[in-house]
């Protein structure tokens, strides 16, 4: 009998003998199962060559390499998770900066943002609801390569205060041929506590909150 029809027979008696769901992979347990049973059902007179059992030793090898692997990433994914855990923590009460462009009313008080243009041009800026609908149109006039702050009072077209919650900005801007100019956009805010989600660590900013791999700078 050959090492292949042995394997086969095996894996159709396994089969049989049991009403549990198939799998997709082989682990290390059931590995040397199939290996033991091989070597139980092999044909005496044609005894697996030690080439053969080497190959298949290595393959057992192998496997085992993979799981220690795996365990590890897990680990380290686990250590990476609490050291920024433990940084964000450090970052309660500290205003910090991130890309983005979310502005929040939290308490009547409209958080910060501020863009930068690649090269001076006239600016335009629009501010959104969470729901997409435009509530405030401003006129930034004329505007160098300096970082700029965003001047709005929380306020709709028709002066009346708007409710709290995460509003978005977008800015426009155009050169002396009114072609469009490259904008960055900021986000700032007050890190007001922190939440591990799916192993990602968030940082809380009012009503916003963003990754702490989004942040790059600490304001005060």
Known sequence: MTTGSS??????????ATSTPKKTTLTQEDFMKLFTKQLQYQDPLA????????????QLTTVQALNDMTKSIQNMEAYQASVNSLQAIGLIGKKVEAR????????????????????PGKVSIQ???????????IDGGVKDTSKQKIVWDGKNQQGASLPEGNYI??????????QPIEVKTFKVGTVTGISL???????????DKITINEMIAVLA
Do not use: W
């Not at 501010?127 to 149109?137: A, P, T």
């Not at 989600?197 to 009503?207: A, C």
């Open 7 to 16: 394997i086969s027979q095996v894996a159709s008696q396994n089969t049989q």
């Open 47 to 58: 005894p697996m060559d030690n080439y053969q059992m080497a190959t298949q030793m290595a």
């Open 197 to 207: 989600e799916n192993g990602i660590t968030y940082l809380k900013l009012g009503p």
């Open 169 to 178: 900005f977008k800015v426009a801007a155009g050169d002396e041929k009114n």
């Open 127 to 137: 501010i959104f609801d969470s729901h997409g609908n435009l509530v405030r149109s």
């Open 100 to 119: 983005g462009n979310t502005l929040s009313i939290d308490q009547g008080k409209v958080s910060e943002g501020s863009y930068q243009l690649a090269k």
